[in-house]
């Protein structure tokens, strides 16, 4: 399975949050970018992230001066971030369930960044579908959940619907393991045998 650090960018151009909305787009120009990781303060300080749509939609929409705004502004943080050993199939799912084009790459500090381009170009997902299975989505749901939450604040109502996605299919994933449960070898023996005075022993 492809991971996220297996097609991610590693080299990443990042800007700091105090910068100009100016300077945010001066970069993403020359360097022919859609994004800038927003560096952090400190160790213990989140990333963040500056995409072109939020200086479209938040700058240029209202006429604001991208020489005065700062980055801090526009940008979101803490921002969802990927884990790099995250299969891109999770990283995909995760995409769609968040509505996010790109993520960066955090283990401890900053690995790089995978986007959806990335997952078209270089992923192998036409060459070898993957089916997730329940246990599977469960875990992304999971990592989805932290990932909403972080984002969007514990007490949010999308945090809350996350964690319920968690628990239907923790339910379905019990539902399923009790439905697949084999039968015993005394079970199996009986259903076999009903008559058998092994069997009979058990009966009320």
């Not at 300077?23 to 560096?39: H, P, Q, S, T, Y």
Request: proline residues 5%; glycine residues 4%; contains cysteine.
């Amino acid at each position: 399975m492809l991971l996220a650090k297996d097609i991610m960018t590693p080299n990443v151009i990042t800007i700091s949050g105090s910068a100009t909305v100016a300077e945010a787009v001066k970069i993403m120009k020359d360097k022919g970018l859609r994004a800038l990781v927003v560096d952090r303060r400190s160790d213990s300080d989140p990333y963040g992230i500056v995409t072109e749509t939020d200086i479209v939609y938040k700058i240029a929409a209202f006429g604001h001066d991208p020489k005065k705004m700062r980055v801090y502004e526009i940008m979101t943080k803490p921002c969802i971030t990927v884990n790099p050993d995250l299969g891109v199939e999770y990283v995909a799912r995760l995409f769609a369930n968040t509505r996010i084009r790109r993520a960066p790459v955090i283990e401890g500090k900053l690995q790089g960044i995978i986007s959806v381009s990335d997952i078209l170009k270089k992923g192998d997902f036409v060459e070898k579908p993957k089916q997730l299975y329940i246990e599977d989505r469960l875990d992304v749901a999971r990592e989805e959940a932290r990932a909403v939450c972080a984002a969007k604040g514990a007490t949010s109502p999308e945090c809350a619907a996350a964690w319920d996605e968690v628990e239907e299919l923790q339910a379905a994933a019990a539902d399923k393991r009790q439905s697949e449960k084999k039968p015993s070898s005394l079970e199996a023996y009986c259903a076999e045998n009903p008559d058998a005075r092994e069997c009979r022993i058990y009966e009320d």
